[in-house]
């Protein structure tokens, strides 16, 4: 089961694996980047804490609507060393000052930082972020939560 770790996590038809949620189509591992092996079928597994993780190459982040008082957070990759990421927001519309989505990279031996944080009407647009992964953290304040966003990505071998 994908819990056989004890890390809480439910997937759609999901496997546990060294502690980390795989969803469904995993493979194998890719022991160098230049076939980044990763060939992925399920997108998406959820934290019952409400973390996602998206698990493709390419794909979507999407919060259709949220809440007042709301952290939303979405990680982005499997953990590897030589890949990069774009980011591009479809549509990006919160309330100007007040909620905030934050992007951070993560490197391979864990450290974050914080790549941009984004309000109002102009999202991300990033063409190249090197991480082992990307995570979307999505803060608002106690009122008026009006906004939506829709992020694209790409998962690219570096060079």
């Not at 890949?83 to 591009?88: F, M, Q």
Request: contains cysteine.
């Amino acid at each position: 089961s994908c819990d056989e770790y004890g890390e809480g996590w439910a997937c759609d038809d999901g496997r546990s694996r060294t502690g980390q949620c795989r969803c469904a189509g995993w493979l194998s591992e890719a022991s160098s980047c230049s076939a980044c092996g990763y060939k992925l079928e399920v997108e998406t597994c959820k934290h019952p804490a409400g973390i996602g993780q998206s698990l493709a190459l390419t794909g979507s982040v999407s919060l259709s609507s949220y809440s007042d008082n709301m952290v939303w957070t979405h990680v982005i990759g499997l953990p590897h060393p030589h890949v990069y990421y774009t980011l591009t927001s479809t549509s990006f519309e919160t309330e100007n000052d007040y909620d905030f989505l934050y992007v951070y990279k993560t490197t391979i031996d864990g450290t974050s930082s914080l790549v941009q944080r984004y309000s109002g009407t102009a999202g991300p647009s990033l063409s190249r972020i090197d991480a082992a992964t990307v995570t979307i953290v999505m803060e608002t304040d106690y009122s008026l939560s009006p906004g939506s966003f829709t992020l694209a990505y790409t998962t690219q071998c570096a060079e």
